[in-house]
C-alpha cells in the first residue's frame, strides 16, 4: 500500500520562509501525481491552496507556493503569518483510481 | 457556488453499517466526481473513495471490502454506507467534489462541513 510522508510538525518564525515536504513510499512524486495542498485548522473543513502542483486556488494569498523539489512535492510559505498556523495536507493521485492522503504537517508560527 | 451537507446518524453500533448522505447544492450532481473522506479524532485526512455521476467508483484498497458509494441523481445526493464497524472508524466524515477536466480529476475543489459519526455501543 502506498503512503504518502510528511514532517510531523514544523516551526517557523513570524516574516520567515518554510517549506513542508510530501513524499511517496513507492518512489519520487511527480507533477503526474497532481499534487494538492489543503490546510485545516481545528474544527474546520479543509481549505484547498495548491492543485496541479503549483496552482493557488481563488483567494489564496500568494505567499503560498507549491513546486517538486528533487522527488517529492513541495509548499512554501514566504513571510509566514501567524493565521498560517494550521494543519497541512498534502493529496496524491497514485494511479489505478486511487488518491492518499499525507499525514499532515502541523505548522507552528512563533 | 456549490454547496455540499453531510447527514446521518451520529452514533453507530459496532458491526453495524454507518450510512450517510451529501446533499449537493448550487450546482448539479451530473458530469462530476465526488468522493467521501474521513478524520478520527485528532487524526489525519483518509480518503474513502470517489463515484462518478454514471455510477462508477473507486475505493481506499484498505476499506474497499466494508465501503459502497452510491448516487441518487433525482435527489442531488450521494452516499456512503460502511459495514461491520468498529470504534476505529470513528471519525469526522466529509464529502467532497473533485476539480476535473476532460475527465481527469485534480483536486478537491469544494469541501461539506463535516459530520461527526462515533461508533458505540
Known amino acids: 500500500q502506498t503512503v504518502v510522508t510528511q514532517e510531523p510538525s514544523f516551526s517557523v518564525s513570524p516574516g520567515g520562509t518554510v517549506t513542508l515536504t510530501c513524499g511517496l513510499s513507492?518512489?519520487?512524486?511527480?507533477?503526474?501525481?497532481?499534487p494538492n495542498w489543503y490546510q485545516q485548522t481545528p474544527g474546520q473543513a479543509p481549505r484547498t491552496l495548491i492543485y496541479?502542483?503549483?496552482t493557488r486556488s481563488s483567494g489564496v494569498p500568494d505567499r503560498f507556493s507549491g513546486s517538486i523539489l528533487g522527488n517529492k512535492a513541495a509548499l512554501t510559505i514566504t513571510g509566514a503569518q501567524a493565521d498560517d498556523e494550521s494543519d497541512y495536507y498534502c493529496?496524491?493521485?497514485?494511479?489505478?483510481?486511487?488518491?492518499?492522503f499525507g499525514g499532515g504537517t502541523k505548522l507552528t508560527v512563533l | 457556488q456549490v454547496q455540499l451537507q453531510e447527514s446521518g446518524p451520529g452514533l453507530v453500533k459496532p458491526s453495524e453499517t454507518l450510512s450517510l448522505t451529501c446533499t449537493v447544492s448550487?450546482?448539479?450532481?451530473?458530469?462530476?466526481?465526488w468522493s467521501w473522506i474521513r478524520q478520527p479524532p485528532g487524526k489525519g485526512l483518509e480518503w474513502i473513495g470517489y463515484?462518478?455521476?454514471?455510477?462508477?467508483?473507486n475505493y481506499n484498497p484498505s476499506l474497499k471490502s466494508r465501503v459502497t458509494i452510491s448516487l441518487d441523481t433525482s435527489k442531488n445526493q450521494f452516499s456512503l454506507k460502511l459495514s461491520s464497524v468498529t470504534a476505529a472508524d470513528t471519525a469526522t466524515y466529509y464529502c467532497?467534489?473533485?476539480?476535473?477536466?476532460?475527465?481527469?480529476?485534480?483536486?478537491?475543489?469544494?469541501w461539506g462541513q463535516g459530520t461527526l459519526v462515533t461508533v458505540s455501543s
Open positions: 463515484i462518478y455521476y454514471t455510477g462508477s467508483s
Open positions: 493529496f496524491l493521485y497514485v494511479g489505478s483510481g486511487i488518491w492518499v
Open positions: 448550487g450546482g448539479s450532481i451530473s458530469g462530476h466526481y
Open positions: 496541479k502542483t503549483s
Open positions: 467532497a467534489k473533485y476539480e476535473c477536466t476532460s475527465n481527469v480529476c485534480y483536486y478537491l475543489g469544494y
Open positions: 513507492s518512489g519520487s512524486v511527480s507533477t503526474n501525481n497532481y
